[in-house]
């Protein structure tokens, strides 16, 4: 091939790499020196970078020039409303009911009323949950042509739990900032709550963040897995300590809908081989702790649509214990006195290294049946998606799980979409 054809070639595809991995921010100080990353604050007295290895601080009267380098616009959706939950679009004075499947956008705002939820995904990525009272705004959602994920989000008060767990380059930054606060990650589970405007606290579930205090010129402090940190103006954050009983029971709660979630947004997902849709009564069992929402998906195949919906989530463990083991979950006092004509259930099953076989009985048949599965039999062992539909009138759906004569360890995640008349 030609030397200048090979050029043109290859020209075009060189710029093209090097325009998808870019940081997106440079700052270049009067010395000549060069800083790139992503800048998270600016003062008038500083500039705070977030680069690989560390946060850095640059003194506003050493800067010569800042370039702020716009990537591609991304959007987010929301996949849950419970209550009064409503929207402020971009340049907008008028709030907007939220409604599930809208969609978000950088410069939008999220608020939520007592007793009122919403869950959102952005960039097919990251999963933000909004607990009640809470203003959220979207300060930043933008991507690179690699879908290096870029995205800040600001929290003025109230709470988020967030799972960035699946962001898919090493080079997508999520940040939360509160009045107090800057948290950065790259990959994790963890809540922000702003209880006010003089404390914010950080807990993480898993992976690990950076934090620090707004306005002052520190390194971060990293907040482990199962720790917390409190933040208040002009203060370092606090040493870490181990994490609440309160932040690990609103886990359990969101643990088992992040999981489906992530199912959804093509997280690698195993799909068991077994899958059912059939009719059919329940089996007895133990006990659950279960969340109410309306307006959430429903249905199957065999379920017919429902103009209204109700949930409930559940998680089991099982340390060799004798098998089967039945866990029934009974959404009754969620649906109240309205009709249930049909149910979705979806388990995320994790059998770990010893096979083990999980399988969802409704009305007396087996919709949902994973066979024997687990690392000995060449699984993943973890992250297996079961799903199970079917109509019927039953409030009951029961999780079986059977193993080996001296049982095995094992945990599973469930949620149940009851379709209701």
Same mark, same amino acid.
């Given at each position: ?46 500039? $705070? @970078? ?5 946060? &850095?601080? #640059?003194?506003? =009267? ?5 370039? +702020?380098?716009? /990537? ?53 990525? $990251? @999963? ?5 009272? &809470?203003? #959220?705004?979207? =300060? ?5 042509? +690699?879908?290096? /994920? ?73 907040? +482990? ?197």
């Amino acid at each position: 091939m030609n030397r200048k054809i090979i050029s043109l070639v290859f020209i075009p595809i060189i710029l093209f790499f090097f325009s998808a991995t870019l940081p997106a921010d440079v700052v270049e100080l009067k010395n000549g020196e060069i800083i790139e990353g992503e800048i998270t604050e600016e003062t008038d007295q500083f500039i $705070a @970078i977030e680069r690989d290895s560390e946060t &850095s601080f #640059v003194k506003m =009267d050493e800067v010569k020039a800042v370039t +702020k380098s716009r /990537l591609e616009a991304a959007t987010g959706k929301v996949v849950e409303v419970t209550g009064a939950v409503e929207v402020l679009p971009k340049g907008q004075e008028q709030w907007t009911p939220a409604q599930k499947d809208m969609v978000l956008s950088e410069g939008d705002s999220v608020r939520t009323g007592p007793d009122s939820k919403a869950i959102a995904v952005f960039a097919d990525q $990251a @999963i933000v949950a909004v607990e009640p009272k &809470s203003n #959220v705004g979207l =300060d930043k959602l933008q991507q690179s042509p +690699k879908k290096d /994920l870029s995205a800040k989000v600001n929290l003025d008060g109230g709470q988020l739990w967030i799972d960035v767990g699946k962001l898919k380059t090493k080079n997508s930054k999520f940040q939360v900032t509160t009045p107090t606060s800057v948290t950065g990650v790259r990959g994790t589970v963890f809540t922000v709550e702003a209880a006010s405007a003089e404390k914010t606290t950080i807990a993480v579930v898993d992976g690990g963040v950076d934090v620090r205090t707004r306005e002052m010129i520190m390194k971060p402090v990293r907040v +482990k897995e199962n720790y917390m940190t409190e933040v208040t103006p002009n203060k370092p954050p606090t040493k870490p300590v181990a994490i609440s009983a309160a932040f690990l029971a609103q886990w359990a709660i969101y643990q088992a809908q992040f999981g489906l979630l992530k199912g959804g947004m093509g997280a690698g997902l195993q799909i068991s081989p077994g899958q059912a849709a059939v009719g059919g009564g329940a089996v007895a069992a133990a006990g659950v702790a279960a969340v109410a929402a309306q307006g959430g998906g429903g249905g199957g195949d065999s379920a017919p649509a429902a103009a209204e919906t109700a949930s409930v989530t559940a998680s089991e463990s099982g340390l060799f214990s004798p098998t089967p083991i039945d866990t029934e979950i009974n959404g009754a006092s969620v649906i109240g006195f309205r009709t249930v004509t049909g149910v979705d259930v979806r388990v995320l099953c994790d059998p770990f290294t010893v096979p083990d076989q999980f399988q969802i009985i409704y009305q007396g048949n087996v919709i949902g049946d994973t066979g024997m599965v687990g690392e000995d039999l060449g699984d993943a062992g973890e992250n297996i998606l079961l799903i199970g539909t079917a109509t019927g009138s039953s409030s009951v759906v029961t999780i079986r799980v059977i193993s080996g004569p001296l049982g095995t360890d094992w945990h599973w995640d469930a949620r149940v979409i009851y379709s209701l008349e």
